[in-house]
């Protein structure tokens, strides 16, 4: 049995699929969104950004307010208003693919996916973000950077209790 996807490829479907319907159900129903991914050149893995693109989308995820409605010139310039997600969580967790040290050239450059995500996309939506890093990932990570992972996961956690 093959399962939906979300079409990648296609920016010219309206309304929008099934599963993009069932995605934003899921979401409206959830306390958070939890989005976890490897970083490559300083943005997420296509998947991700295209699940993005699809489901955080207006006007469910935001729309937008003309400050100057009747204005010729200036009637597309305004502000967002927060869509279905708003004050909600959104997590975004992210591996680098190796020790920071490997990253120590790009260290000062790090965050910028993630600041990406929270200015034009989150914020947009109303979300209040948090961020999770790290530098290892499977399949070469040890048991105990692993473990070590996993409580910082478990302290995460708990701390979005607060």
């Known amino acids: ?43 997420m893995n296509v ?14 995820f935001f729309s937008y307010r003309s400050l100057l409605p009747d204005s010729k010139y200036f009637g597309n310039y305004g502000y967002p208003v927060p869509g279905a997600m708003k004050n909600k969580i959104g997590i975004v967790s992210m591996s680098y693919g190796g ?26 939506g109303g979300l209040k973000t948090k961020y999770l890093r790290f530098y290892s990932v499977l399949p070469t990570m040890t048991d105990a950077a692993f473990d070590k992972h996993m409580r910082r996961v478990r302290r995460f956690a708990r701390n979005l209790k607060e």
């Open 47 to 60: 998947i991700i950004e295209n699940w993005i693109d699809w489901v955080l989308h207006p006007k469910w």
């Open 1 to 43: 049995m093959k399962s939906e996807q979300l079409p990648f490829y296609r920016s010219d479907i309206n309304p929008p699929p099934a599963i993009v319907l069932q995605y934003r159900k899921r979401l409206e129903d959830a306390d958070a969104m939890f989005l976890i991914g490897a970083c490559h050149n300083l943005r």
């Open 99 to 124: 020790p920071m040290l490997s990253y120590f050239n790009f260290s000062l450059f790090d965050n910028i996916p993630y600041r990406r995500l929270k200015k034009s996309v989150f914020q947009l």
